[in-house]
């Protein structure tokens, strides 16, 4: 009989140092709010040497997408993106794509044989760190001013982006 008291002893403290581990690895994160500025950030353009900073965009409405090539609802979602940025290309929207942990190699293989045209910008996990990216896609819509207007975590379908992004323009 002392063998199952031990277990459950062991069981315990196993499930015990998990919940304390969860709570002190993500405890530092600050949570990203509807109405919260847009943290700022400066991450490498895909085959470019130019650093990006999403304040460059202040001025227009953006939709920031975190995605992988890896990611079947991202890859399905990108051409709906695509087509998003032209139909709306006269109406002060940006799609910015923000991918994930993927060499611009990998990257640029993915591009070979998909037709996307958006820029692309390569995080090594800081900038979906800063907005509490745990699934993907992610996509958040950030307003001329830099205001969270929105987040939406799954694949983005046109009609919900028309829904998203009409009551700003």
Excluded at 39 to 48: A, C, D, G, Q, R
Aim: aromatic share 10%; proline share 4%.
């Amino acid at each position: 009989m002392r063998f199952p008291k031990i277990l459950n002893i062991v069981i315990l403290f196993s499930i015990l140092s998990i919940i304390i581990w969860t709570v002190v690895n993500n405890s530092d994160r600050t949570m990203i709010n509807i109405g919260d500025i847009a943290p700022n950030f400066k991450i490498e353009t895909l085959n470019s040497d130019n650093m990006f900073h999403l304040e460059e965009t202040n001025g227009t409405i953006r939709i920031v997408n975190f995605w992988a090539s890896w990611c079947s609802p991202c890859v399905e979602e990108l051409p709906v993106l695509q087509n998003m940025q032209e139909e709306y290309k006269d109406q002060n929207i940006k799609v910015l794509l923000v991918n994930l942990n993927e060499t611009e190699k990998a990257i640029n293989l993915f591009l070979d044989t998909n037709s996307i045209d958006l820029p692309i910008y390569l995080d090594k996990g800081e900038v979906a760190d800063m907005y509490n990216v745990t699934q993907y896609p992610t996509s958040f819509l950030i307003s001329e001013e830099g205001e969270i207007l929105g987040k939406f975590v799954g694949e983005l379908t046109k009609d919900y982006i028309v829904e998203w992004i009409e009551p700003h323009l």
